[in-house]
């Protein structure tokens, strides 16, 4: 089977009515340079992105420095730049779906998760749950494989996986240029739940750097909500082989719940090897 070479990713996942994204951690700005434009919206629309409510942030990147950036559907980081470099294309639009911007494979993703004694170390629970989810992906024998260090120094990782103080979930972004989005938050919140919980947040934000949308984008329904994140009609396409319906066992569905395992089901598994 042929491999796609692009994808969209997003980032939205929160502990079943718990929030993603904290505002705290997100310094609302209106700078001149980036503004929510009509154009700037349609674009987000045509992206099958929610464009309800997108806000200017000052997003703080890996280095420290910030940029600015929009906040779509209340936990998607995006620059214009990357809004800008983002395709458009037709599809149909159902439950587990791509773009054209995926990881380029095969290739080795370098995964370094933080340590050390600042405030952006992971915890023990992240690291157990980060490492079983590296695990999970790569005992598929997908065309993308993962390595996972440890460590203070982020030279040469593709993902940096850290810590950040907020309610329970996490946040990454999409693929750009064949290469994953190259961060992943885990929020503090996340410290007093199990191993599994912590290996399915870490399981959902890699998908999401990968190129995997929510499973059930068209209804928010494992959060309780029967609202769409929004396809405007273009820009997904379905992965054969996967439901049209609810999931409610996907790892990439919207929100979880406190006795996630972080294992994947069966149609994540296949959306995971067509893919990759």
Same mark, same amino acid.
């Given at each position: 089977?042929?491999?796609?070479?692009?994808?969209?990713?997003?980032?939205?996942?929160?502990?079943?009515? +718990?929030?993603?994204?904290?505002?705290?951690?997100?310094?609302?700005?209106?700078?001149?340079?980036?503004?929510?434009?009509?154009?700037?919206?349609?674009?987000?629309?045509?992206?099958?992105?929610?464009?309800?409510?997108?806000?200017?942030?000052?997003?703080?990147?890996?280095?420290?420095?910030?940029?600015?950036?929009?906040?779509?559907?209340?936990?998607?980081?995006?620059?214009?730049?990357?809004?800008?470099?983002?395709?458009?294309?037709?599809?149909?639009?159902?439950?587990?779906?791509?773009?054209?911007?995926?990881? @380029?494979?095969?290739?080795?993703?370098?995964?370094?998760?933080?340590?050390?004694?600042?405030?952006?170390?992971?915890?023990?629970?992240?690291?157990?749950?980060?490492?079983?989810?590296?695990?999970?992906?790569?005992?598929?024998?997908?065309?993308?494989?993962?390595?996972?260090?440890? @460590?203070? @120094?982020?030279?040469?990782?593709?993902?940096?996986?850290?810590?950040?103080?907020?309610?329970?979930?996490?946040?990454?972004?999409?693929?750009?240029?064949?290469?994953?989005?190259?961060?992943?938050?885990?929020?503090?919140?996340?410290?007093?739940?199990?191993?599994?919980?912590?290996?399915?947040?870490?399981?959902?934000?890699?998908?999401?750097?990968?190129?995997?949308?929510?499973?059930?984008? +068209?209804?928010?329904?494992?959060?309780?909500?029967?609202?769409?994140?929004?396809?405007?009609?273009?820009?997904?396409?379905?992965?054969?082989?996967?439901?049209?319906?609810?999931? @409610?066992?996907?790892?990439?569905?919207?929100? +979880?719940?406190?006795?996630?395992?972080?294992?994947?089901?069966?149609?994540?598994?296949?959306?995971?090897?067509?893919?990759?």
């Amino acid at each position: 089977m042929n491999k796609i070479k692009s994808i969209l990713a997003l980032s939205c996942i929160a502990l079943t009515l +718990f929030s993603c994204n904290k505002e705290d951690e997100l310094t609302q700005t209106n700078p001149e340079s980036t503004k929510v434009t009509q154009d700037v919206l349609n674009k987000i629309s045509a992206l099958s992105l929610n464009n309800k409510d997108v806000q200017v942030i000052k997003n703080t990147k890996l280095d420290g420095t910030t940029e600015d950036a929009f906040l779509i559907e209340g936990c998607i980081v995006m620059t214009k730049d990357q809004l800008n470099k983002m395709d458009l294309h037709g599809g149909i639009t159902t439950e587990q779906y791509r773009t054209t911007n995926l990881v @380029s494979a095969p290739r080795t993703i370098r995964v370094v998760g933080l340590s050390g004694t600042g405030t952006s170390a992971l915890s023990t629970n992240m690291r157990n749950g980060l490492q079983a989810a590296i695990n999970r992906y790569n005992s598929l024998g997908l065309s993308i494989n993962f390595t996972l260090t440890f @460590s203070s @120094s982020t030279s040469g990782a593709n993902i940096v996986v850290r810590r950040q103080t907020g309610s329970a979930g996490g946040v990454a972004g999409f693929p750009s240029g064949g290469a994953p989005y190259n961060s992943v938050t885990l929020y503090s919140g996340l410290d007093s739940y199990t191993t599994g919980v912590n290996a399915h947040v870490a399981a959902h934000e890699i998908g999401h750097c990968i190129g995997l949308r929510h499973t059930d984008w +068209f209804s928010r329904q494992s959060c309780g909500s029967n609202q769409s994140e929004g396809t405007a009609g273009v820009g997904a396409v379905h992965i054969p082989g996967t439901p049209t319906g609810y999931d @409610s066992t996907s790892y990439m569905r919207a929100c +979880f719940g406190s006795n996630e395992t972080g294992a994947f089901n069966g149609n994540d598994v296949t959306a995971l090897n067509y893919l990759y």
